[in-house]
């Protein structure tokens, strides 16, 4: 039984991330949460496990139909990037609010029709940042602010993940910059490490950022970059630096660093870890996190109460993806650098020595084309902001 004011939501897209907002909105729903799953739409048919977990709800192909069908007072967009900024504005104005994925859209002219068509309609839309949602940022930010570790110097960011070919074949716009001339820019840099981007941005609270060097390299035989970097100023004046890589020859959770004159702060952002590091000593805690999906239900029940990521929130971001989707194209890593590792159920490529140098461009501030790295210097695509 749900709650008579309980917040109906459906979910657009089910497969791939899609399956953990399915298993989110009934955590959700079995902690007390007044939510609960109304509807799927997905192009897709359900697996018998996805309608086993989704229960006895309708599934659509178009997302129109279940909109007229359930009336849902949320819609979770969890499909390919190119196509968030139809389904989020179809559902806005069908009267629901929206948790819409990262990245909000492809390009950043997308994002400010996107904006401006949401703000037409009055409703709510959150994005889905889930690092933005953790305490660890006001902390860090309170951190900085009473002078923790001095001046800021930079932030930098790094994260190294192993990721095989079937990451690659899941559907046709996974790695590619475009599909059929419409912009998707689906990188290491704009996708499963927008992250880094996006928390580096809150923590310095940029609203805006000036010129981004955006270096971009492939391992793989795929369009857009699997290990890359880029350096900004931030509207601030702080420098963020930003190394990441998809072809790990050793793992490295993805973590910012704050380096400040008298100390750094390191911050791994996924678990919300903040390890403080000055004056010779360590100090370590960990902060939970609001769930985005709650916290956009506390706002359709209480409307115009603050989101904790609101898209608005996130055009710093976008003004980075725009930079990555107008940089040079990623130049690939020759044979001699790289390997391939058939250990696995699918082969996978790996940069020797990547985990190494994303961490050293995070500790440094520095590109990857700046470092001891032939392949790197000789490829670095040329950036433009
Ligand atoms: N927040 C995170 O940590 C996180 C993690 C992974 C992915 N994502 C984001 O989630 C989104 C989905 O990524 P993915 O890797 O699961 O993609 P995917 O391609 O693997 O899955 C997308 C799903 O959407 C469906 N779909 C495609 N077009 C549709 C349409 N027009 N209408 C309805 N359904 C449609 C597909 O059939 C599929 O089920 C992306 O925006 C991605 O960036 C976010």
């Known amino acids: 039984m749900t709650a008579p004011s309980s917040v109906p939501t459906v979910l657009v897209g089910v497969h791939g991330h899609g399956r953990w907002h399915l298993e989110n909105v009934a955590r959700a729903t079995r902690a007390g949460v007044p939510v609960h799953l109304a509807g799927i739409c997905d192009t897709r048919p359900l697996t018998d496990q996805q309608r086993a977990l989704a229960g006895d709800v309708p599934v659509t192909a178009r997302l129109a139909d279940l909109l007229d069908a ?21 559902a806005a104005a069908a009267g629901s609010d929206v948790l819409l994925e990262k990245p909000p859209t492809p390009t950043l002219a997308a994002f400010e029709q996107l904006a401006l068509d949401l703000a037409g309609t009055g409703r709510a839309c959150q994005v889905g940042f889930q690092s933005l949602g953790s ?6 930010r309170g951190l900085l602010a009473d002078g923790a570790i001095g001046e800021v110097l930079g932030i930098g960011a790094a994260g190294a993940w192993q990721r095989d070919a079937s990451y690659y074949a899941r559907a046709p716009w996974a790695g590619r910059r475009s599909l059929d001339g419409v912009p998707v820019v689906d990188g290491a840099l704009t996708n499963p490490f927008a992250h880094a981007i996006a928390t580096a941005l809150a923590v310095d609270g940029a609203d805006g950022v ?14 857009a970059d699997d290990t890359s970097c880029l350096r900004l100023v931030t509207a601030r004046g702080t420098t963020v630096a930003v190394a990441v890589t998809l072809c790990a020859d050793r793992e490295v959770e993805p973590y910012l660093v704050v380096h400040g004159t008298r100390g750094r702060i390191v911050l791994h952002y996924r678990p919300g870890r903040v390890r403080l590091e000055r004056g010779g000593r360590v100090e370590t805690t960990e902060h939970p996190a609001t769930d985005l999906l709650e916290d956009l239900v506390a706002t359709v029940r209480e409307p115009g109460r603050p989101l904790l990521v609101p898209l608005a929130a996130t055009r710093a971001f976008m003004q980075v993806v725009e930079a990555v989707r107008l940089a040079d194209e990623p130049a690939e890593v020759p044979p001699a650098h790289r390997r391939t590792d058939r250990s696995g159920a699918h082969p996978r490529a790996v ?12 500790d440094g501030l520095a590109l990857l084309s700046e470092l001891d790295l032939s392949w790197a210097r000789a490829g670095a695509a040329a950036a433009r902001g």
């Open 135 to 140: 305490r660890a940022l006001p902390y860090v």
């Open 210 to 223: 000036g010129e981004a060097r955006v270096e971009l390299y492939r391992a793989n035989p795929i369009e």
């Open 70 to 90: 359930v009336r849902p007072g949320i819609t979770v967009v969890s499909t390919p990037i190119h196509t968030h900024a139809e389904l989020a504005l179809t």
């Open 351 to 362: 940069v020797p020595g990547v985990a190494d140098a994303v961490e050293r461009a995070a």
